[in-house]
């Protein structure tokens, strides 16, 4: 994974030996690509306990899978897959996240869009992205949407928000309700 933090020093080596006249635009890293490495390490080293974070290519820090599977609350137990794209213009922009797991959730659409104030590029409430967030933020944000940001009061997926509230028993799994063996099941994924 620290396979860019590598190329980036030795690129800098390189530099340092190169005439000014040598073209170093095809050397050039991106701000994006300087700002992951640090935020990467950092991620690794302050990731909670229910997330795990893989990179399908170490060389490609801009895109990677993070796992939420909470130990707690109405989706304890369940394992969640989300993909995050980092844009070029980061950290301008947020990094883009789609949940991959069909889930039945207020704040995320069976479609796999997501509801946190910090993933939008503007805010009403000053919430949003700002330049000073990183990955961490993301994926704390992520992993609280399972426990203190789950939303039933303002939600994206309405049906999910409704149903919760009509069947107070529901756990927010597809299946039956566990808590008290009713019937319940939710119009969405199965």
Not at 84 to 103: F, G, H, S, W
């Amino acid at each position: 994974m620290l396979t860019l933090a590598r190329k980036l020093k030795k690129d800098d080596a390189g530099k340092a030996g190169r005439s000014s006249a040598t073209s170093d635009s095809a050397h050039r890293v991106s701000i994006r690509d300087r700002l992951l490495t640090k935020e990467v390490a950092d991620l690794e080293a302050n990731l909670p306990s229910t997330c795990k974070a893989s990179f399908p290519d170490e060389n490609k820090l801009h895109h990677f899978q993070l796992s939420v599977s909470p130990d707690e609350g109405y989706y304890q137990s369940g394992k969640f897959q989300f993909e995050v794209d980092v844009p070029e213009a980061y950290n301008m922009v947020p990094p883009k996240v789609r949940c991959l797991t069909r889930i039945w959730h207020p704040n995320i659409t069976e479609n796999g869009e997501i509801c946190l104030s910090l993933l939008r590029e503007h805010s009403i409430d000053g919430t949003g992205w700002a330049p000073t967030r990183t990955l961490k933020d993301v994926v704390w944000g992520l992993n609280s949407l399972f426990t203190d940001l789950l939303n039933f009061d303002d939600p994206l997926n309405i049906d999910a928000a409704e149903h919760h509230l009509r069947d107070k028993c529901w756990d927010g799994s597809p299946t039956q309700c566990p808590r008290c063996a009713c019937s319940s099941t939710p119009p969405g994924p199965s």
